[in-house]
């Protein structure tokens, strides 16, 4: 099989979509008190010993100013019924306050906003920031971990569409 010249961002988009991904919640909050929230897909696991994670976030979403400044960094490991925190932290033009707003989020480690209802949480500090094209890779020394197994199983990123229990009952 031929793989053809990569013609424009358009086809490299669709094509990475192909990959299916989870999808996490991430917060932040810096020493001013100032917040982030965004949905990532591009989360993961990097070291055991020491325990690292990374995420890739562009440099131009304005979570960037926040999450480059973060005292502390928490990534949420979202479930099929919290589809709607996804869309919520994917809107643009949205400050990281805005999106929580309504969230009933609570404080963890350092005010880090820690969101409820889900099973798998990650908290910690930035390690190192690499800047690679439009985006920056952040990586992640976790210290604090939360794991509250759900019988919901985990909310699925695939070709521009999020899993529902509807689809994944119908394939
Ligand atoms: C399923 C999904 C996954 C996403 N993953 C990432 C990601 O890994 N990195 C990133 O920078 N943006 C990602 N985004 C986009 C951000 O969530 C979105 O642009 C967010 O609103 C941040 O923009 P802002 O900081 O300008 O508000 C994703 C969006 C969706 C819907």
Known sequence: MMTEPLLDSADFRQVCGHFPTGV??????????????????????????????????????????VLKNARRIAIHILAQDQEDIARRCATSGLTGADKLEGVAWTAGPDGVPLIPGTSAILTGTTDELITSGDHVIILIDVDHVH?????????SFYRGRFSSPTAVAAD
């Open 147 to 155: 794991l509250k197994p759900s019988p919901v199983p985990a909310l």
């Open 24 to 65: 996490t919640a991430v917060t932040a909050v810096t020493d001013e008190g100032g917040y982030a929230a965004l949905t990532v897909n591009s989360f993961t696991s990097v070291s055991l010993e020491p325990a690292k994670v990374l995420f890739c976030l562009a440099t131009a979403s304005s979570s960037f100013a």
